[in-house]
């Protein structure tokens, strides 16, 4: 493993000790050849897996053929998206951008202009995106810290507990927003009826439920989107991430009644024909290889996997479809355990300083499952 590190890069990452070069399906190679299994997928982002042939030529063809004409001009990948999208969700119209932040964004100015209130409430330990507002949103404290001061407009409460929403929405709330999983905050699946409560709570006070599938969209979590699997509609939903298949994109759904008009909100790059040709390819590849069952069985096979190492460093194994999170016993950092079951051919992130998660494609056979498994287990014998 190799690292290169140039000072002409701002030092925003502390960058794990590896330079990839290419990518195939479940598979990563560094640059003297060396084969990973790729149980990140570039942050729940490779859903269809690496250099899919389908999405390789779609994307290429589009780029040989139109690349951008801005939003001044309707383009036909552009709108298929948006119709795709929507019928997939069952509702809503689209606005599409380049990130997690940039939907978000667009969501809290929605809710601002549907109620014309000033409050958000959201989680702590919840993320939502680094820009100014989005950062706000997130409740990450630490986050926060250099930046001050942040927008005064969010209360955050902990997540899980509806009461604690209760209290904290009012008449002044614009929106309450959500991850149906926290992601970045450690892998923690919403409590049964937490959302459903929530949807209660936010029609209750004229308030908007945004819920942010950024991380937990396009099925990841075992269904093309969380929300469907606790019973509940947002009022809003963002998505990015796998959307594109590795190129940037975002989507803000909104219920038409709360949705912008001419004007409101805008984006040069947002929704062009490259990226929006290789978001149709990836839903389509999920569809036609019955990838959002598979997420769900292959799912259920690496948390029983997990939970069977029975190691004595493992405090907890959670999560949704191929969205897991292993929480350490306390001392232990997720760092370590990345960076040995790196060394290992195996590659994760963290969600937080101690859970480890595991996002893979959701192209995952029964056999990477296994030896994602088996890899991990060796890699806590290292670092424990
Ligand atoms: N929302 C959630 C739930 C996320 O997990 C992330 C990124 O990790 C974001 C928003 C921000 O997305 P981006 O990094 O594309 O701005």
């Not at 490259?274 to 569809?287: F, N, R, Y």
């Amino acid at each position: 493993m190799t690292h290169v590190v140039v000072d002409a890069l701002m030092p925003t990452y502390a960058r794990y000790p590896v330079t990839f070069v290419r990518g195939q399906g479940t598979r990563l190679f560094d640059e003297t050849g060396r084969v990973y299994l790729d149980f990140a997928a570039g942050i729940a982002v490779a859903q269809i897996g690496h250099a899919h042939p389908r999405w390789v030529e779609a994307v290429a063809g589009q780029a040989a053929r139109l690349a951008h004409v801005s939003n001044l001009f309707s383009t036909e990948p552009q709108a298929a998206l948006a119709e795709r999208l929507t019928a997939l969700a069952g509702w809503g119209q689209a606005f599409f951008c380049n990130s997690g932040a940039e939907a978000n964004e667009a969501a809290l100015k929605l809710a601002r202009k549907a109620t014309g209130r000033p409050r958000f409430v959201a989680a702590a330990g919840g993320f939502h995106g680094r820009t100014f507002a989005t950062l706000a949103a997130t409740g990450q404290p630490h986050k926060h810290q250099p930046f001050q001061p942040m927008p005064p407009w969010f209360t955050h409460v902990p997540y899980g507990d509806a009461e604690a929403l209760e209290q904290a929405v009012g008449t002044d709330t614009a929106a309450v927003i959500l991850e149906p999983v926290l992601g970045e905050g450690g892998v923690i699946p919403a409590p049964p009826g937490y959302l459903a409560a929530a949807r209660g709570i936010c029609d209750a006070a004229g308030a908007l439920l945004i819920l942010d599938e950024v991380q937990t969209g396009v099925g990841r979590c075992g269904a093309w989107f969380a929300h469907p699997l606790h019973d509940v509609r947002p009022d809003v939903m963002t998505l990015a991430k796998a959307l594109g298949g590795g190129l940037p994109i975002g989507a803000c759904l909104s219920r038409p009644e709360v949705a912008f008009g001419p004007g409101d909100h805008a984006s040069t790059f947002g929704g062009n024909p490259v990226v929006c040709v290789g978001a149709l390819t990836v839903l389509d590849v999920i569809e036609d290889e019955g990838l959002v069952d598979n997420a769900a069985r292959q799912g259920e096979r690496m948390m029983a996997g997990l939970r069977r190492l029975g190691h004595d460093a493992v405090a907890d194994v959670r999560g949704a479809g191929l969205l897991a999170g292993v929480e350490l016993v306390e001392g232990l950092a997720a760092r370590d355990v990345v960076l040995a079951a790196l060394g290992r051919g195996l590659v994760l992130t963290e969600a937080g300083p101690g859970v480890v998660r595991f996002t893979p494609p959701l192209t995952a056979t029964d056999e990477d499952v296994d030896r994602a498994v088996s890899r991990f287990g060796d890699a806590l014998e290292v670092a424990a």
